[in-house]
């Protein structure tokens, strides 16, 4: 019974760590997903987007009225004056109390242009973590799809050497049945010697990318973290209608970058009517009610007079308004606007820049796009080509017409065109994944 148990126990054992070795194979979309929710940087970019929400907020809470309330407490121990504004002598103690508030009637509506400049300021900070998240996406498909390239490297330079080794057999067989030299045999080795070495570079630099792109993820389990081709595998680079004019045009209108411009625009032309509202009166209110108590408020019985006695007696309701007209600040507020002023300008440059650099931007995208499309099909023809000379060649080096060298030539121009036709498709699947991203691109 207890060598089943054991048994058993073993089994579930061995289940569990083979369970735990198993690689997680992560696919585009939930790398995404994942570096959305993980990335230190965009947590940054939210909690200021939060910061400008309370902002705003709290702008609107300034033209609430203000309320507070008072007490202040004296004790004199010699000599002072009573509510009766009378000399006392001996120990005495009053306590002040009460309640005020305030509220701004007319400051040339600059709470009103603050609070509308604050609105601005969130929107254009929420258009900033837009952006972030649009280069966050841009930089972790770049980097799934140079892992994805690289590991489908690894698989064409893995089927070279071994059909490398293939050949070294052959030759080996050849050797043993006399029709061959011995050198033969040290030739191919060096083929298959480089092959090994060009696989282990590969190799690397597969694990090297993989391990960067963990890192982007901030995920810590690197040796168990695949990734899976599924978004890559049936996208197939094609011929795709693009016109500049009707993508800038509708681009324009909710590019990340654009809006951040025309929204800081906004806020510095709020800001300036704040900066003009300062040559303008204030006009307030405020209101109170204040009653005290003191020790020396006696009765005709020499007993102090209670505290509810004392507070009807010198309770003190009140009301007023206040007029403040500025006359001279030392030119403050001139300068203010004047700085101002510069602010929304440079703002309105700052927009026209960044239409300018959204329209090449889409220029070169839609560019780099037909580029792409065009070296994939170049590639394509080269490998059709490249691997007939390849056949044809290693025919000539079992027959003993060529040398080494040659072969090796022709192996390698093999490779490579196997590795361009991988290279341009997928720089073309990025590109597209790009203009699909940032801008508007029928998929």
């Given at each position: 019974m207890k060598k089943k148990i054991f048994t058993l126990l073993l089994f579930l054992g061995t289940g569990l760590v083979l369970k735990a070795q198993t690689p997680e194979f992560w696919t585009l979309e939930q790398c995404l997903e994942h570096a959305m929710e993980q990335n230190l940087q965009l947590k940054i970019s939210r909690n200021t987007h939060q910061k400008s929400v309370y902002d705003h907020r709290q702008s609107a809470w300034e033209m609430a009225p203000s309320v507070s309330g008072f007490a202040n407490s004296n004790l004199n121990f010699q000599r002072s004056t009573n509510q009766d504004y009378q000399i006392e002598t001996g120990t005495s103690y009053n306590v002040n109390y009460g309640i005020g508030a305030s509220l701004n009637l007319f400051a040339g509506f600059t709470a009103h242009n603050n609070m509308a400049a604050r609105r601005f300021f969130k929107l254009a900070i929420n258009e900033a973590t837009k952006l972030s998240e649009y280069l966050l996406e841009l930089e972790i498909t770049t980097m799934y799809s140079n892992v994805l390239y690289q590991k489908t490297l690894v698989d064409v330079v893995r089927e070279q050497l071994e059909l490398s080794i293939l050949e070294a057999e052959r030759i080996a067989a050849t050797i043993d049945a006399g029709q061959l030299e011995p050198v033969a045999q040290n030739e191919i080795n060096a083929v298959v010697s480089g092959d090994r070495l060009v696989l282990n570079r590969a190799e690397n630099n597969y694990k090297l990318l993989k391990l960067q792109l963990a890192h982007a993820l901030e995920i810590t389990d690197v040796k168990n973290f695949e990734i899976s081709d599924a978004y890559f595998e049936s996208a197939i680079p094609r011929k795709v209608d693009t016109d500049i004019d009707s993508i800038y045009f509708i681009t324009s209108l909710i590019y990340?970058?654009?809006?951040?411009?025309?929204?800081?625009?906004?806020?510095?032309?709020?800001?300036?009517?704040?900066?003009?509202?300062?040559?303008?009166?204030?006009?307030?209110?405020?209101?109170?009610?204040?009653?005290?108590?003191?020790?020396?408020?006696?009765?005709?019985?020499?007993?102090?007079?209670?505290?509810?006695?004392?507070f009807d007696k010198y309770r003190n309701?009140?009301?007023?308004?206040?007029?403040?007209?500025?006359?001279?600040?030392?030119?403050?507020?001139?300068?203010?606007t004047k700085k101002s002023r510069i602010d929304l300008e440079n703002a309105m440059i700052s927009l026209e820049i960044q239409k300018k650099q959204l329209l090449r931007e889409i220029e070169e995208a839609v560019f780099k796009l037909d580029a792409f499309f065009m070296e994939y099909k170049s590639a394509i023809d080269n490998l059709v080509f490249t691997e007939k000379s390849y056949e044809t060649n290693l025919e000539k080096f079992r027959l003993g017409l060529i040398n080494t060298t040659d072969f090796m030539t022709a192996q390698n121009q093999y490779a490579l065109a196997k590795s361009d036709v991988l290279l341009a498709r997928y720089s073309w699947l990025v590109q597209k994944r790009t203009l699909e991203v940032f801008y508007v691109l029928n998929k």
């Open positions: 990340p970058a654009v809006q951040q411009r025309e929204y800081e625009m906004e806020y510095y032309g709020k800001m300036l009517q704040v900066s003009k509202g300062t040559y303008s009166p204030t006009l307030s209110m405020n209101g109170g009610y204040t009653s005290g108590f003191y020790s020396t408020d006696k009765q005709e019985s020499g007993k102090e007079t209670s505290f509810s006695t004392q309701p009140y009301l007023g308004l206040s007029l403040n007209i500025p006359l001279l600040l030392g030119r403050q507020r001139d300068f203010q």
